[in-house]
């Protein structure tokens, strides 16, 4: 009798329960035709240095100069969750993707692509990204600081021209990722930071350096290759766990210290690498 009082006692509560629960079940939004918008945000007319700020999730981006305004081009996207959001807050410029708040996947033949320009007025450019591909070429442009944040991604940074004014911080944090920035030279930045995990990835320190650069590596498991063209004074001081590192002619060591002689500018790295594999080369 007890049993049977209890059996029906958790079942009324059960029921209760239930009225009052709701259970969000996986959404996977269905890919339509594709769409393609003009992107178009002109120079901000707030006081200070426009300051650019690129959110992006999964999918392709491109950037390239030769915009009009502070940046212009297209978003190609055929899930409409993925259509792009643009603000103005004074000097502040945001271009987002669009609220996937609730989906749980997409879909494999989903489309979401930006091939944006950025424009020639001094800006400072902050990139936030998830799971995608990109190729950034932001050569001859006047960016006074680049921050890139992304998770798996596979990139190809370049600066092919030099920077047309003073650069403060190029700041680079990846996750497990294929990462190649190249060109650093022409941007000339006064400090470098770059942080990544399990990943292959390529510092190229050529181009025209402008000043002195101080950077900070921090690397997991991942395979770092650092080249400074020969000629260029540098110092790269190894912090390191278990990692091998391989260091190409010019470079001389002395403890964990590596140093190439030159004149001009100098390079002053510390690298604080995990079990990975660091590469110094020309």
Not at 238 to 252: D, K, M, P
Request: glycine share 14%.
């Amino acid at each position: 009798m007890i049993l049977r009082l209890l059996t029906i006692i958790l079942a009324l509560a059960m029921a209760t329960m239930a009225c009052g629960f709701q259970m969000d079940l996986p959404q996977v939004p269905t890919a339509g035709p594709e769409v393609t918008e003009q992107v178009n945000v002109p120079v901000p007319t707030g006081s200070g240095t426009p300051m650019l700020s690129l959110g992006f999730g999964a999918g392709e981006m491109t950037l390239n100069p030769g915009g009009e305004g502070l940046v212009s081009g297209t978003a190609t996207y055929n899930i409409p969750v993925l259509k792009p959001n643009v603000s103005i807050n004074g000097s502040v410029v945001k271009i987002t993707q669009g609220n996937t708040q609730g989906i749980n996947a997409i879909p494999k033949d989903f489309k979401n692509t930006w091939d944006f320009k950025l424009g020639s007025s001094p800006m400072d450019l902050t990139i936030e990204a998830g799971a995608y591909k990109a190729r950034y070429e932001l050569g001859g442009l006047a960016l006074t600081s680049v921050t890139v944040k992304d998770g798996a991604a596979d990139v190809r940074l370049s600066f092919s021209a030099p920077n047309t004014t003073d650069m403060g911080v190029l700041r680079y944090e990846t996750g497990a990722s294929n990462v190649i920035v190249e060109g650093i030279g022409n941007a000339s930045p006064a400090n470098l930071i770059f942080k990544c995990g399990a990943g292959n990835y390529t510092l190229d320190f050529s181009g025209q350096l402008q000043r002195n650069i101080t950077g900070h590596v921090e690397a997991g498991l991942g395979n770092v290759t650092i080249n400074i063209p020969s000629g260029v004074p540098a110092q790269v001081t190894v912090e390191s766990g278990l990692s091998n590192i391989s260091a190409g002619n010019g470079w001389q060591v002395n403890g964990n210290t590596y140093t190439q002689e030159g004149s001009g500018p100098a390079i002053n790295i510390i690298v604080d690498i995990g079990a990975g594999n660091l590469t110094l080369g020309q």
